[in-house]
């Protein structure tokens, strides 16, 4: 269930920065990116849920149905940063 998720978790995550502006100064080596707050929430909802699941799973006994579901979210959310670092990449390849 996780890698399942983390590959359609890279689509999502492509899918959601492929019509930002980016700016690359070779010269430099830096990546400029236009501000926005999708990677904060990305991460606190990444630190929410896991918290959520251990928690959980240290109160009370879990369902295997929990474990996958966790396991799911977890490759979704992953796959959401991997995505957007290899749209990044390919970006800077390409320019």
């Known amino acids: 269930s996780w890698l ?6 890279c689509g999502l ?5 492929r019509k930002w502006k980016i700016r690359y100064d070779r010269g430099k080596g ?7 707050p999708s990677t ?3 991460a606190l909802l990444f630190f929410a849920i896991k918290y959520f699941f251990g928690y959980y799973s240290a109160t009370h006994t879990v369902p295997f149905a929990l474990t996958i579901a966790q396991a799911a ?3 979704l959310l992953a796959g959401m940063f991997i995505g957007r670092l290899v749209f990044f990449w390919k ?5």
């Open 30 to 36: 830096t990546l400029h990116l236009p501000g926005s």
């Open 4 to 9: 399942a998720a983390c590959i359609a978790g």
């Open 40 to 42: 904060l929430i990305l």
């Open 73 to 75: 979210v977890s490759g």
């Open 13 to 17: 995550g492509w899918l959601s920065v």
């Open 91 to 95: 970006r800077y390849e390409e320019l």
